[in-house]
């Protein structure tokens, strides 16, 4: 089987599930001195938290699924995780943050406890390479 040495993408997965998958997929796919280059944006389309903002049957209703904004609810932290047990080393390039973080009151009680740090990120890029 032919592999790659260099992947990029603009990750847009939308569940754990998914991304784990997809991961192991690309590890696979990938020669072991290769790279992988992602831009994840941690927002929706109109640029903010928004997803943080409803109950899981709100977010993953049709109606929101099929809207045209939806977006992972998937946090940095859990995105480093993931890449690490697909098999990745992690080198993060580049982090885009808000100057204060999304303000708690505004969120769905399950997110209300994440860190400050996890709230003021809206993007990241890293460089995956297999171990």
């Known amino acids: 089987m032919n592999k790659l040495s260099l992947i990029c993408d603009r990750l847009g997965i939308r569940t754990h599930d998914v991304l784990f998958a997809a991961n192991q997929e690309l590890r696979?796919?990938?020669?072991?001195?290769?790279?992988?280059?992602?831009?994840?944006p941690l927002v929706n389309s109109l640029g903010e938290l928004?997803?943080?903002?409803?109950?899981?049957?709100?977010?993953?209703?049709?109606?929101?699924?099929?809207?045209?904004?939806?977006?992972?609810?998937l946090r940095y932290s859990q995105f480093l995780e993931l890449?690490?047990?697909?098999?990745?080393?992690?080198?993060?390039?580049?982090?885009?943050?808000?100057?204060?973080?999304?303000?708690?009151?505004?969120?769905?009680?399950?997110?209300?406890?994440?860190?400050?740090e996890e709230l003021i990120l809206y993007s990241f890029s890293v460089i995956l390479q297999p171990v």
């Open 50 to 73: 928004n997803s943080l903002r409803f109950s899981q049957n709100i977010w993953e209703s049709n109606f929101m699924a099929n809207s045209g904004f939806y977006t992972n609810r």
């Open 28 to 40: 696979g796919i990938i020669i072991l001195n290769g790279i992988c280059s992602h831009l994840t």
């Open 83 to 116: 890449f690490r047990k697909a098999g990745f080393a992690t080198e993060v390039v580049q982090i885009g943050q808000w100057d204060v973080p999304t303000a708690k009151p505004q969120l769905f009680k399950k997110f209300i406890a994440m860190s400050d």
